[in-house]
């Protein structure tokens, strides 16, 4: 079942970043067969004005799964030790964890910058949110996907020039009632980790 999971949610985010002329998902993860899935092409949000950050925080070398600590790990149910890997989408260090309910990852994205998800270049739409402790936040979602509409939600908050925090949430199948809605939960991940970032910064 956690595999399945896994393989799930790296087909989402290569969904999520892939060019809005893309109409295939693959993984995220190196040599894997690419996901027979179709996304539909989904209109993101039209660019707001995007409040000041309280201060840049570069991700250049942090470690996503030092950014959620023992305690917060405990406080979401994870089970098992964070995995470290990189998302071969974003070119970025990424860490996986895992409760009972659900799937969560962590991407330190040091390739682009949140403006990439206003512009168009994303299968996904955005919705503005309330800021992260003061930073620029927004919730990306495949509202018309079949599978993972209900499920799968990412939120992106712009701690640099260039760079961003993407946390992620992929809940299992039969566990949706079971959770807060899916941005909520994803939300209270970045909370989190942002609390670890902003403190160690």
Not at 63 to 80: M, S, V, W, Y
Not at 83 to 112: H, I, M, Q
Request: proline letters at 6%; a positive charge.
């Amino acid at each position: 079942m956690r595999r399945t999971i896994w393989l799930a949610a790296s087909a989402i985010t290569l969904s999520l970043a892939a060019g809005c002329g893309s109409s295939s998902n693959g993984t995220a993860t190196p040599q894997t067969t690419a996901s027979t899935a179709t996304v539909p092409q989904i209109t993101t949000s039209a660019t707001k004005a995007t409040p000041a950050r309280p201060r840049e925080i570069k991700l250049d070398g942090k470690n996503p799964c030092d950014l959620i600590t023992a305690h917060q790990r405990a406080k979401f149910g994870f089970e098992r030790e964070p995995r470290s890997g990189t998302n071969e989408t974003f070119k970025s260090p990424d860490c996986r964890f895992s409760n009972n309910l659900a799937g969560y990852w962590l991407t330190t994205v040091t390739t682009e910058g949140v403006e990439v998800w206003h512009n168009g270049g994303r299968n996904a739409r955005v919705e503005e949110q309330q800021p992260i402790l003061g930073y620029p936040t927004i919730a990306t979602t495949l509202p018309d996907h079949p599978v993972y509409k209900e499920s799968n939600c990412g939120i992106v908050v712009d701690v640099a020039d260039g760079q961003y925090l993407l946390a992620t949430i992929q809940i299992d199948r039969g566990s949706v009632s079971k959770l807060p809605p899916k941005c909520e939960a994803a939300r209270a991940f970045a909370e989190a980790a942002m609390k670890t970032l902003t403190a160690s910064s």
